[in-house]
């Protein structure tokens, strides 16, 4: 099945894709477009790198948890109202954030803005969800999944290239902008949900219990959810195993980093034009089994140099994005209701393992950071290949 007959945008319906992967990449165009503005902030504000850099890491926690909020209310009321709700929120926040001279605003205001962002996020995914399936539904995930790798490439080339221009207020400016054409886009789409549920507010969210309480959904959820922490690890601490462990100057690691980039961004994109037609189940078999024995080469070899460090990292990365586009058609599939819970559990899940998996590659105990991403990355792949394989066992 591909899309539905009925005119879903009103602008058409081949429009509708290239707005859902927008809406998609509204986290790292959030996060990544002020980044190179972050020092000017803290002169500007008269605050500290520390209390600015909490921004960032704020912005996540409140992003992750907010998607648990939106979901269950989609399902209710419908995808188009609670986007709209987001984007007037995400475009108050910007502009808020672009006329205050606090650093306390600005940080209660970039909560806030985490809060409109989720509602465009998991709204993206249960829209699709709604609106397709089968294989032209993993070819769309397949997409947004590369976009969703690509903005934060492309985004703090942009903040930075604005700099030159405007000052740091002026890429909150162009945030709004951009929370603005998620509201126009908002007001030409059609509702996709199609049964709305006529529960009160607290049965709503009481939905997020009953689909966890769906062992289908459950079992792979907290599976695949796990499978963000290797990569999410490398991204905590990299710049330290390049510059401090390995004594690479930064230009040097921004090279090592692009190839690594160039691959999650491939890969997801190879999926879709070699590997689509493959059985799933088994394709992330063979790919959590490479994981798990690159991670143990990592462990025991690739503290050695740079190079074999970077090698031994990229099938890691290759297989983790690979296997996103078809997991996440597995856990859309394994429930068929409840669209919007089920898309902000996918979205909230792999945030929170990401988060802690940062937490954890930084830590000060490890013998060195290129171990704590092997270990990480070795024991993680190992344990989801053995679950997995129960999980298909019982299927």
Known sequence: ???????????????????????????????????????????????????????????????????????????????????????????????????????????????????????????????????????????????????????????PVIGGAMLYFVDWRGVFWVQALCGLLALCGAFCLRETARNKQSLSLGESFLRIRLVLGNAKFRRPFILFSAMAMPFMAYLAVSSFVYQVQFGLSPQ?????????????????????????????????????????????????????NAWLFALLMLPLTFCGSAMRPPSTVILMEAHPHDNGTVAALIQCGGLLFASFSMFLAALDFWPNPVFAIGLIASFTSLACFLAWQKIKTSA
């Open 252 to 304: 040097a690691f921004s090279l090592f980093f692009a190839l690594n980039a160039a691959v999650s961004l491939g890969a997801p994109l190879a999926h879709v034009y070699c590997f689509s037609r493959s059985p799933k189940r088994r394709l992330i078999s063979l790919e959590l089994l490479i994981m798990t024995i690159s991670g143990f080469a990592m462990v025991f070899l690739a503290s050695l």
């Open 1 to 155: 099945m591909t899309m539905q007959s009925k005119r879903i945008f009103s602008i058409g319906n081949r429009y509708l894709i290239a707005y859902l992967t927008f809406l998609s990449s509204f986290a790292p165009l959030s996060t990544d477009m002020y980044l190179p503005a972050l020092p000017a902030m803290a002169e500007n504000l008269a605050t500290s790198d520390e209390l600015v850099s909490y921004s960032m890491t704020s912005f996540f926690l409140i992003y992750a948890l907010s998607t648990l909020f939106w979901g269950p209310l989609s399902d209710k009321y419908g995808r188009r109202l609670i986007l709209l709700a987001g984007s007037a929120i995400y475009i108050l926040s910007c502009l808020v954030i672009a006329l205050t001279d606090s650093i306390w605003m600005l940080l209660m205001m970039r909560g806030l803005q985490a809060i409109g962002c989720a509602a465009a996020s998991a709204m993206s995914l249960a829209i699709i969800k709604d609106v397709l399936r089968g294989q032209f539904m993993e070819k769309i995930v397949s997409f947004m999944q590369a976009a969703h790798v690509l903005a934060p490439m492309c985004a």
